[in-house]
């Protein structure tokens, strides 16, 4: 598939045909972790001047819907003003998590006018042309059910070797270029596709939500086309504390997710697997850590050598260790940490610049 600056004027027009028919919803709460309202604010306007940078204008597509927890007026005003176009603020309260927040913003998207709706988060840094990119497989085939761009975090050495851990991508035998599976900051939904399946209820889950759609999709024979150059960089948890939570929380989320996983991909004799305390869980992360061994220096992302590959290695390494131990805790019962607040509705701060 050619790229973006080769295309020729005809499918630049049809881009912007696509992009007029399509909503972008942005979800806050991964920005609820912060120490001040100020602090919400100031990313925001962030993430938003970076969006209004795009090679597509935002003021081509045909609506923007940003969810929050209670921004006022003057702040919608001066986002809107960033943004150089109208933008559908929908409130959402403290109990509302993560997906859930999704959901809600696809509800109050118009079904009239957008035909495709774009999930991004507020902490990610989203190349140029990422908006183009996740939309240009439409030119060529507009009855995609779902585009899905490539998440990873920044190209240091710790960030190649979370990308390995968090941000995998796994080819699927529905069609050629597609994924099993994708993740929520970066995909492009087809209206139709996404009203019917959306986000799930899944108590004390995380972060798994999406990847239990992408198996409800592929259960359902229906390929998510992979667009690797329509790219977005996550960011790292602003202290060492949210990072060492957030990898328990990624062990956890093993727990809950297993029994989809093994329903998808196990023969009948294994199916107690997802019945078995720890052991699936932990055999599950260790199936990953193979996979993100194999990964290293194959995301994408500027390859490593020597002494640099090898500090990446043992970082997968520890970081596997962490995560198990968070699966490992959950299989026995013991979930941590502990709070009022469980699965997506949990929240760390991602405010800082990217590291």
Same mark, same amino acid.
């Given at each position: 598939?050619?790229?973006?600056?080769?295309?020729?004027?005809?499918?630049?027009?049809?881009?912007?045909?696509?992009?007029? $028919?399509?909503?972008?919803?942005?979800?806050?709460?991964?920005?609820?972790?912060?120490?001040?309202?100020?602090?919400?604010?100031?990313?925001?306007?962030?993430?938003?001047?970076?969006?209004? $940078?795009?090679?597509?204008?935002?003021?081509?597509? /045909?609506?923007?819907?940003?969810?929050?927890?209670?921004?006022?007026?003057?702040?919608?005003?001066?986002?809107?003003?960033?943004?150089?176009?109208?933008?559908?603020?929908?409130?959402?309260?403290?109990? =509302?998590?993560?997906?859930?927040?999704?959901?809600?913003?696809?509800?109050?998207?118009?079904?009239?006018?957008?035909?495709?709706?774009?999930? /991004?988060?507020?902490?990610?840094?989203?190349? /140029?042309?990422?908006?183009?990119?996740?939309?240009?497989?439409?030119?060529?085939?507009?009855?995609?059910?779902?585009?899905?761009?490539? =998440?990873?975090?920044?190209?240091?050495?710790?960030?190649?070797?979370?990308?390995?851990?968090?941000?995998?991508?796994?080819?699927?035998?529905?069609?050629?270029?597609?994924?099993?599976?994708?993740?929520?900051?970066?995909?492009?939904?087809?209206?139709?596709?996404?009203?019917?399946?959306?986000? $799930?209820?899944?108590?004390?889950?995380?972060?798994?939500?999406?990847?239990?759609?992408?198996?409800?999709?592929?259960?359902?024979?229906?390929?998510?086309?992979?667009? /690797? +150059?329509?790219?977005?960089?996550?960011?790292?948890?602003?202290?060492?504390?949210?990072?060492?939570?957030?990898? *328990?929380?990624?062990?956890?989320?093993?727990?809950?997710? =297993?029994?989809?996983?093994?329903?998808?991909?196990?023969?009948? +004799?294994? $199916? *107690?697997?997802?019945?078995?305390?720890?052991?699936?869980?932990?055999?599950?992360?260790?199936?990953?850590?193979?996979?993100?061994?194999?990964?290293?220096?194959?995301?994408?992302?500027?390859?490593?050598?020597?002494?640099? *590959?090898?500090?990446?290695?043992?970082?997968?390494?520890?970081?596997?260790?962490?995560?198990?131990?968070?699966?490992?805790?959950?299989?026995?019962?013991?979930?941590?940490?502990?709070?009022?607040?469980?699965?997506?509705?949990?929240?760390?701060?991602?405010?800082?610049?990217?590291?």
């Amino acid at each position: 598939m050619e790229s973006i600056s080769s295309i020729s004027a005809g499918k630049n027009t049809a881009l912007y045909n696509v992009a007029s $028919q399509t909503a972008l919803v942005l979800e806050t709460n991964n920005l609820r972790g912060g120490e001040s309202f100020e602090q919400v604010v100031s990313s925001l306007k962030r993430v938003t001047g970076l969006l209004a $940078q795009q090679s597509i204008p935002l003021v081509a597509l /045909a609506q923007i819907v940003i969810t929050h927890d209670g921004l006022d007026e003057p702040s919608c005003k001066v986002l809107e003003d960033i943004a150089g176009h109208q933008i559908d603020f929908v409130l959402i309260d403290s109990g =509302t998590g993560y997906y859930h927040a999704k959901n809600a913003g696809f509800t109050a998207t118009d079904p009239e006018r957008c035909k495709w709706v774009v999930f /991004a988060d507020a902490d990610c840094v989203p190349a /140029a042309d990422w908006l183009a990119e996740l939309l240009f497989p439409f030119i060529e085939d507009d009855t995609l059910a779902a585009v899905a761009g490539r =998440t990873s975090y920044a190209p240091n050495l710790a960030g190649t070797a979370l990308t390995t851990l968090d941000f995998m991508y796994f080819p699927s035998p529905l069609a050629e270029g597609a994924t099993r599976n994708f993740y929520a900051n970066n995909v492009v939904f087809r209206r139709d596709i996404f009203a019917e399946y959306h986000y $799930q209820n899944l108590d004390s889950v995380y972060r798994a939500h999406c990847q239990v759609l992408g198996l409800q999709l592929q259960s359902q024979g229906i390929p998510l086309h992979y667009a /690797a +150059k329509a790219h977005t960089v996550h960011r790292f948890p602003d202290s060492l504390g949210d990072i060492l939570k957030l990898r *328990w929380l990624r062990g956890q989320d093993t727990h809950g997710l =297993t029994p989809f996983l093994v329903k998808s991909y196990m023969p009948a +004799k294994l $199916q *107690w697997l997802s019945r078995s305390g720890p052991i699936g869980p932990l055999s599950v992360l260790f199936a990953r850590l193979g996979y993100s061994m194999r990964a290293l220096n194959h995301q994408n992302l500027p390859p490593l050598y020597g002494p640099r *590959w090898l500090a990446a290695v043992l970082l997968i390494i520890c970081f596997s260790a962490l995560d198990m131990t968070g699966a490992l805790m959950r299989g026995l019962g013991l979930r941590l940490p502990r709070g009022k607040d469980g699965g997506d509705v949990q929240a760390l701060s991602y405010h800082g610049p990217s590291k």
